[in-house]
């Protein structure tokens, strides 16, 4: 835990002091520490493809109030010293680790605590960082107003130096507004009901990720794209500062292992590209999920170093071409699950870190390389365990709840949709890009407008990744082009995806005629099976797609033809199976909800890696 360095620095000087007594207290020190350590939520740093080594965790007990009829604010609630209830951050107060568990509407919440700014970050910008706050986000620092931020699931930064002086304790106050019916906000997977149903589930308001603190230099990085390129050996760096200082320097080193591969130093400005030459690079792929370790260090004009960055970047490509999804410019079959990211104890946050470790290491057990990250956006952590793992993922942004039609709507979801793409951009195991899905209820107009805007933002943001724009159809514009199909029969799937010539491919939405037209692009079936396993006494409240199925073999027997229905359709490129465990009332999942097993993993196993990752017979499929 990073926030403790301060104690044993404290505890090393004493010992030079008082000698044995010294020896002591830091001995007792080091025992709360552990305890602390232990104890605390999520502790973890959580930016690991970002990391400073000065930290400090703000997770754990926070003093809160709702506040319903939203008058606060008059009631001086900026400058609270506290409030009656205590929640365990960073989890929802919808999730019982919060130690809350209030599941109705929460149209506005308080936060409160006091906040310890350490005295060694004098001369430093103090940043404070919030991984994600649904949804609007109001700061104040003893009483004044600092800053709003507006998104359902993306990270940001406030700078708070001018509001907390180092060697002071400051009172910090948090005042969260979600207004999920509005049709303004995206939502995802959070019902609109006082209660879940369908496929719809518990909310989540307020804080429900890692809050936390660092010290920067006024010209420290502030972030990075690192991008690979396999085709002529080398990676590109471009650097962004918070203030460019040309006398002052940019160093990048590469190392595998403790092997220094390549290095490179340029002046601390935003246009100073580093491009670093790797030789006999080593590809990243979910059978070898090789990473590089990479060092940023940036000095002023005296060589002083005034800021380090550790990160790693994986060697890897993807491209879309003739139909087909590249991995490292070999043909490759995406074997996707659909992961909602639901938690029965944490509702959007993982009670762990090891959890989100685990979701990874099940899915992969059973034959998936990969998962389309539904209806929410992930954390980082979750990204760094893909990347480690080796697991491709599609980034996608919680877009359910959203009216399309509406030009507020519109611009709430691009903005957030920018940080999301900056944030996640430099993750190996992110391929896809799809941040809308399902949009049903599209018109002609103002969808149209933002779909284009959503694709052009995107690509400019990042040009190395194909764009799925709607995941289930209603394209506008597109790289992959992604239908969503539950029918259980081989025989209609089979034909529902063969390709015939003259004919239209299979639409969710053909009456539409405003929508794209298909102009080859890679197909896929990114949503499919959901073959409910329900115990009897539970089917009058759960639901899975099509009718129960009553015998384990009929099960197996069921999913193996729809595996050969795909194998019969060689324009389908890459499937999405829905999905990886339970969620509350859909029990559609390989695993439940509590991720305890319901199926033979090597059977299951089996059965999805009949379609090999690497297409070896490009005519073949």
Same mark, same amino acid.
């Given at each position: 835990?990073?926030?403790?360095?301060?104690?044993?620095?404290?505890?090393?000087?004493?010992?030079?002091?008082?000698?044995?007594?010294?020896?002591?207290?830091?001995?007792?020190?080091?025992?709360?520490?552990?305890?602390?350590?232990?104890?605390?939520?999520?502790?973890?740093?959580?930016?690991?493809?970002?990391?400073?080594?000065?930290?400090?965790?703000?997770?754990?007990?926070?003093?809160?109030?709702?506040?319903?009829?939203?008058?606060?604010?008059?009631?001086?609630?900026?400058?609270?010293?506290?409030?009656?209830?205590?929640?365990?951050?960073?989890?929802?107060?919808?999730?019982?680790?919060?130690?809350?568990?209030?599941?109705?509407?929460?149209?506005?919440?308080?936060?409160?605590?006091?906040?310890?700014?350490?005295?060694?970050?004098?001369?430093?910008?103090?940043?404070?960082?919030?991984?994600?706050?649904?949804?609007?986000?109001?700061?104040?620092?003893?009483?004044?107003?600092?800053?709003?931020?507006?998104?359902?699931?993306?990270?940001?930064?406030?700078?708070?130096? %001018?509001?907390?002086?180092?060697?002071?304790?400051?009172?910090?106050?948090?005042?969260?507004?979600?207004?999920?019916?509005?049709?303004?906000?995206?939502?995802?997977?959070?019902?609109?009901?006082?209660?879940?149903?369908?496929?719809?589930?518990?909310?989540?308001?307020?804080?429900?990720?890692?809050?936390?603190? *660092?010290?920067?230099?006024?010209?420290?990085?502030?972030?990075?794209?690192?991008?690979?390129?396999?085709?002529?050996?080398?990676?590109?760096?471009?650097?962004?500062?918070?203030?460019?200082?040309?006398?002052?320097?940019?160093?990048?080193?590469?190392?595998?292992?403790?092997?220094?591969?390549?290095? %490179?130093?340029?002046?601390?400005?935003?246009?100073?590209?580093?491009?670093?030459?790797?030789?006999?690079?080593?590809?990243?792929?979910?059978?070898?999920?090789?990473?590089?370790?990479?060092?940023?260090?940036?000095?002023?004009?005296?060589?002083?170093?005034?800021?380090?960055?550790?990160?790693?970047?994986?060697?890897?490509?993807?491209?879309?071409?003739?139909?087909?999804?590249?991995?490292?410019?070999?043909?490759?079959?995406?074997?996707?699950?659909?992961?909602?990211?639901?938690?029965?104890?944490?509702?959007?946050?993982?009670?762990?870190?090891?959890?989100?470790?685990?979701?990874?290491?099940?899915?992969?057990?059973?034959?998936?390389?990969?998962?389309?990250?539904?209806?929410?956006?992930?954390?980082?952590?979750?990204?760094?365990?893909?990347?480690?793992?080796?697991?491709?993922?599609?980034?996608?942004?919680?877009?359910?709840?959203?009216?399309?039609? &509406?030009?507020?709507?519109?611009?709430?979801?691009?903005?957030?949709?920018?940080?999301?793409?900056?944030?996640?951009?430099?993750?190996?195991?992110?391929?896809?890009?799809?941040?809308?899905?399902?949009?049903?209820?599209?018109?002609?107009?103002?969808?149209?407008?933002?779909?284009?805007?959503?694709?052009?933002?995107?690509?400019?943001?990042?040009?190395?990744?194909?764009?799925?724009?709607?995941?289930?159809?209603?394209?506008?514009?597109?790289?992959?082009?992604?239908?969503?199909?539950? *029918?259980?029969?081989?025989?209609?799937?089979?034909? &529902?995806?063969?390709?015939?010539?003259?004919?239209?491919?299979?639409?969710?939405?053909?009456?539409?005629?405003?929508?794209?037209?298909?102009?080859?692009?890679?197909?896929?079936?990114?949503?499919?099976?959901?073959?409910?396993?329900?115990?009897?006494? *539970?089917?009058?409240?759960?639901?899975?797609?099509?009718?129960?199925?009553?015998?384990?073999?009929?099960?197996?027997?069921?999913?193996?033809?729809?595996?050969?229905?795909?194998?019969?359709?060689?324009?389908?490129?890459?499937?999405?199976?829905?999905?990886?465990?339970?969620?509350?009332?859909?029990?559609?999942?390989?695993?439940?909800?509590?991720?305890?097993?319901?199926?033979?993993?090597?059977?299951?196993?089996?059965?999805?890696?009949?379609?090999? %990752?690497?297409?070896? &017979?490009?005519?073949?499929?």
């Amino acid at each position: 835990m990073q926030s403790l360095r301060f104690i044993d620095r404290e505890s090393v000087g004493q010992l030079s002091i008082f000698g044995m007594r010294g020896i002591a207290i830091c001995l007792l020190l080091a025992i709360v520490s552990l305890t602390y350590a232990e104890t605390m939520p999520r502790p973890e740093y959580p930016r690991p493809q970002f990391e400073r080594s000065e930290w400090v965790n703000l997770n754990g007990t926070w003093n809160y109030s709702f506040d319903f009829s939203n008058t606060g604010e008059q009631k001086g609630w900026t400058n609270a010293q506290g409030f009656d209830g205590k929640i365990l951050v960073p989890f929802c107060p919808e999730s019982s680790l919060s130690g809350v568990g209030f599941t109705d509407f929460i149209p506005c919440i308080w936060y409160q605590r006091q906040v310890a700014i350490p005295a060694e970050w004098q001369g430093q910008r103090i940043l404070l960082h919030f991984g994600a706050v649904d949804y609007e986000a109001s700061v104040y620092i003893d009483g004044r107003f600092v800053q709003t931020h507006f998104g359902t699931g993306s990270s940001f930064e406030i700078d708070i130096t %001018s509001f907390a002086r180092p060697g002071t304790t400051v009172n910090l106050v948090l005042r969260v507004r979600d207004d999920l019916r509005s049709g303004r906000q995206p939502g995802g997977k959070q019902s609109e009901r006082l209660q879940s149903y369908g496929c719809m589930y518990t909310r989540t308001t307020g804080i429900w990720q890692t809050v936390w603190m *660092e010290p920067v230099s006024p010209q420290a990085l502030k972030t990075v794209f690192a991008i690979p390129d396999i085709d002529q050996w080398q990676l590109v760096i471009r650097p962004e500062f918070y203030h460019e200082n040309h006398e002052g320097t940019l160093t990048v080193e590469l190392f595998d292992g403790k092997r220094l591969v390549a290095k %490179s130093s340029v002046p601390a400005c935003n246009g100073s590209n580093v491009v670093l030459p790797v030789k006999k690079q080593k590809l990243w792929s979910p059978d070898n999920p090789f990473l590089y370790d990479l060092s940023y260090t940036v000095r002023d004009k005296n060589g002083k170093v005034i800021d380090q960055v550790r990160s790693y970047v994986g060697m890897r490509k993807v491209h879309t071409q003739n139909g087909y999804f590249y991995l490292n410019n070999q043909p490759y079959f995406q074997r996707l699950v659909l992961d909602q990211g639901f938690y029965p104890d944490g509702i959007w946050t993982a009670p762990s870190d090891e959890s989100l470790r685990r979701d990874i290491e099940l899915s992969k057990a059973v034959g998936f390389n990969g998962a389309r990250l539904h209806q929410k956006a992930f954390e980082e952590r979750y990204y760094y365990w893909a990347d480690r793992l080796g697991y491709l993922t599609w980034g996608e942004q919680a877009s359910w709840g959203l009216d399309v039609n &509406n030009d507020v709507a519109a611009r709430n979801f691009i903005s957030e949709w920018v940080e999301l793409l900056v944030r996640d951009r430099n993750h190996p195991s992110i391929v896809t890009w799809t941040p809308f899905n399902e949009t049903w209820n599209c018109r002609e107009g103002v969808y149209q407008r933002m779909m284009r805007d959503v694709y052009d933002v995107t690509k400019a943001i990042d040009p190395t990744r194909p764009i799925n724009d709607a995941s289930g159809d209603a394209h506008v514009k597109t790289d992959i082009w992604s239908v969503h199909d539950y *029918e259980r029969n081989p025989d209609k799937l089979v034909k &529902n995806h063969t390709f015939v010539d003259g004919m239209p491919v299979y639409r969710n939405q053909p009456d539409k005629k405003f929508l794209a037209v298909y102009e080859g692009q890679p197909y896929m079936l990114d949503e499919f099976g959901g073959l409910p396993w329900i115990p009897e006494e *539970e089917r009058a409240t759960s639901w899975g797609y099509g009718s129960n199925i009553d015998s384990m073999e009929d099960f197996y027997g069921i999913l193996e033809r729809e595996i050969d229905a795909i194998i019969a359709c060689p324009r389908i490129t890459g499937f999405c199976y829905t999905q990886i465990t339970d969620v509350e009332q859909e029990k559609n999942g390989i695993y439940r909800y509590d991720r305890k097993p319901k199926f033979d993993a090597e059977r299951l196993r089996a059965i999805f890696t009949k379609i090999p %990752s690497v297409i070896q &017979n490009v005519s073949k499929w």
